[in-house]
Nanobody, 128 residues
């Protein structure tokens, strides 16, 4: 089992940047593919970015491609989401998620139902 704790959210003006962090507990961080999702008020949770166990494969939603970057640091058991050129429509609660895998080092998951563990979320608000 793994516990996930997000941090780094806040209020930023349009065009600004934020870096979200997701710290994972336990010694099996390398066994998990990781993802970031977001949920705006009144909307369903949506995929933002994913990274494989190895860190060598990443995938992004079209809405954030070229602006957001997902990465992971195995030494710190942490996954990051660097968000640049933020827009008001990026405003949401951002969630970190983990999917346990045996093998499949390059696999990444994009659907909510594929993930096993979730963090509590961190609020990102982008003002216009």
């Amino acid at each position: 089992q793994v516990q996930l704790v997000e941090s780094g959210g806040g209020l930023v003006q349009a065009g600004g940047s934020l870096r979200l962090s997701c710290a994972a507990s336990g010694r099996t961080f390398a066994s998990y593919a990781m993802g970031w999702f977001r949920q705006a008020p009144g909307k369903e949770r949506e995929f933002v970015a994913a990274i494989s166990k190895s860190g060598g494969s990443t995938f992004y939603a079209d809405s954030v491609k070229g602006r957001f970057t997902i990465s992971r640091d195995p030494a710190k058991n942490t996954v990051y989401l660097q968000m640049n050129s933020l827009k008001p429509e990026d405003t949401a609660v951002y969630y970190c998620a983990a999917k346990g895998l045996i093998g499949y080092s390059t696999y990444y998951a994009t659907r909510v139902t594929e993930y096993d563990y979730w963090g509590q979320g961190t609020q990102v608000t982008v003002s216009s």
